[in-house]
C-alpha cells in the first residue's frame, strides 16, 4: 500500500517542550528540488517515527529505525544519520527489488481477472440467444 505519510496534525509532547513531528521531514531538500523520503514513515498510533524499508528488511532487528523514533528533538540529525548508513542503503536495496518484482498475489490476481473476463463473454452470449 506504499508508505505511511501521514499530513497531520501530529501529537505534540509536552516532555520535549511540545515538539512534534512534521511532514516537512518527509522531504530532503537539494539545491533545486525536494526529493521525497519515501522511506520515512510516521504512525499516528503509536506516535513514532519509522524506516519502512528497514522494518520490513532489515537483518539487525534491534535497529531504533525498526522499533520507531520518537526524540523529535534531534531527529532531523537522526534522519540524515539513518539514511547514509549501510543496512539502511542495503533495506531499500532489497525494498527496491521487491517492489519491482511481480507477487504471486499479482499472477493470482491477473488469472482471477481472465477467469472472470471469460465467465462475462459467456453470460453475455447467453444473454444474447
Not at 19 to 44: A, D, E, M, P, Q
Not at 51 to 77: A, K, Y
Not at 97 to 107: G, N, V
Request: glycine share 4%; charged share 25%; with cysteine.
Amino acid at each position: 500500500m506504499g508508505s505511511l505519510q501521514p499530513s497531520g496534525p501530529f501529537r505534540k509532547d509536552m516532555h520535549q517542550n511540545n515538539r512534534c513531528f512534521s511532514k516537512s521531514y518527509y522531504f530532503s531538500t537539494s539545491k533545486y528540488v525536494l526529493v521525497n523520503r519515501f522511506w520515512l514513515c510516521y504512525s499516528k498510533i503509536l506516535d513514532i517515527a519509522y524506516c519502512q524499508p528497514c522494518w520490513l528488511f532489515t537483518s539487525q532487528r534491534n535497529n531504533v529505525w525498526c522499533m520507531g523514533i520518537r526524540d523529535w528533538r534531534h531527529l532531523s540529525e537522526r534522519i540524515e544519520q539513518h539514511s547514509f548508513s549501510s543496512g539502511h542503503v542495503e533495506a531499500c536495496a532489497v525494498y527496491e527489488r521487491w517492489k519491482k518484482s511481480d507477487t504471486i498475489d499479482k499472477e493470482h490476481e491477473n488469472e482471477i481477472r481472465k477467469e472472470a473476463s471469460f465467465w462475462k463473454m459467456v453470460l453475455q452470449r447467453l444473454f444474447d440467444i
